[in-house]
């Protein structure tokens, strides 16, 4: 298993990941093809077993343009959960970022999604803010939650 940084050859393994994680919830192609058109800020780290994608981090740095690093999605193959994928693509992610000079992490999640609220958590992640009305598909609030380091 390992960790690399997104390549376009990656692009329709994660397309199909992310459809098999978020179902009718999943980001559209016109969305994606905007992410892919700024790969200098949109970082995605991928977790490979193998040539399989297995799980992946997506985060926006917005540098010293806002000076704080969005985390933007994640998801892992419904077969690998429960394998501490989304900590180890945290720890690569907050490592790499402060090696940028980069503090200030930010992220929402939906008030059901407990596993990912555990991995906020767990890296020591505290909720402000909850957003009524945050998401569709289906509505449901948000819980925003930062991190400084």
Request: proline share 1%; hydrophobic share 35%.
């Amino acid at each position: 298993m390992e960790i690399v940084k997104f390549n376009l050859k990656d692009k329709n393994e994660l397309l199909e990941l992310d459809k098999e994680c978020f179902g009718v919830g999943c980001w559209d192609n016109e969305l994606w093809q905007s992410i892919l058109e700024d790969l200098e800020h949109n970082i995605i780290y991928l977790v490979k077993q193998n040539t399989e994608l297995i799980a992946y981090l997506m985060i926006y740095n917005w540098g010293k343009e806002r000076n704080y690093v969005k985390i933007t999605n994640m998801g892992t193959k419904s077969s690998f959960r429960g394998q501490k994928l989304a900590h180890k693509l945290f720890e690569t992610m907050l490592s790499e970022m402060k090696k940028e000079g980069m503090r200030d992490f930010r992220g929402e999640t939906r008030v059901t999604n407990y596993p990912m609220q555990k991995v906020f958590n767990d890296f020591d992640f505290k909720n402000v803010e909850t957003l009524e009305g945050y998401y569709d598909n289906p509505t449901e609030d948000a819980l925003r939650y930062h991190l400084s380091i």
